[in-house]
């Protein structure tokens, strides 16, 4: 899932993608690097962001998927808003990817039931401006399955198919970067439930402090090289989609970890050949 913010305010890449005919020209550059989905959102959701009015999110937002559906492209709209929702469903799109997992607006999870699109719930406790005080777990692995389960069962009991959700861990929203390294090993648990797991590790602050040199965070357009790596290993896991800004070297990651995968498959049911003579 390739990344477009179009947005003057996001931590890794804001105002590169502000005006729509460059955003649509980035996004089509990421479907030709190989990317399945694209993520169009129009409002930053980094820590202390504030929100943005409704109509700006719409301005933004909206051309950049209306081309890109024209394309024929699969597009995901990173939005909160179920105003927003409904035209880009109107305009085509495929999935809403709600950083609040249906909490931020209320009209959010009857409409998700209503149109029957793919729906990204993603771990979340608070706004933006906010967030960074609820980073408080007794166990980040069990609270975030927990309080993700809850969401589950508002958006089923609302009439959602089970079969549309896609559960996201939610890295960095309310927690730091020993909550994100936690939920990451402990990737087992939301795998366990049976649903979609997707992962947004891009360019977040965590990588940025696990390479600092001389304890200033390596900067977010430096960490591609380590979030290709989270990709690898997430998708090793079995996750369904990771999210990220650099679509070349995650396109890559995934396919090593779907190959490393197959074989491992291969070698439990005991079926390799072994001694053809030939090194691949
Ligand atoms: N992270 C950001 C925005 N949207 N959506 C999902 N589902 N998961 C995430 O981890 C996520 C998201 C923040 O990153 P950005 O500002 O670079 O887009």
Redesign the pocket.
Known sequence: ?G?V?V?PD?????GQWLEPEVAIAHARHMLDQGADIL?I?GE???PGAARVPEAVELERVMPVVTALVGDGARVSV?TMRATVAEQALDAGAWCI???SGGLADPAMVDLVAERGCEY?V?HWRGPSDVMNEMATYDDVVADVHRELMERVEALTAAGVDESRI?L??????AKDAHANWQLLAGLDTLLGTGFRV???????RFLGDLLARDGVPLL?MYRDRATAAVSALAAARGVWAV?V?DVPGSVDAVRVATAWRAAEAELRQGSTTIGTGEIA
């Open positions: 899932m990344v913010n947005t996001s931590f890794s890449d804001g993520d959102g930053s959701t980094r990173d990817n709600d950083v990204v993603n896609i996201d861990p939610g890295l960095g929203f997707l992962v947004g590790a891009s360019r977040k977010p999210r800004h």
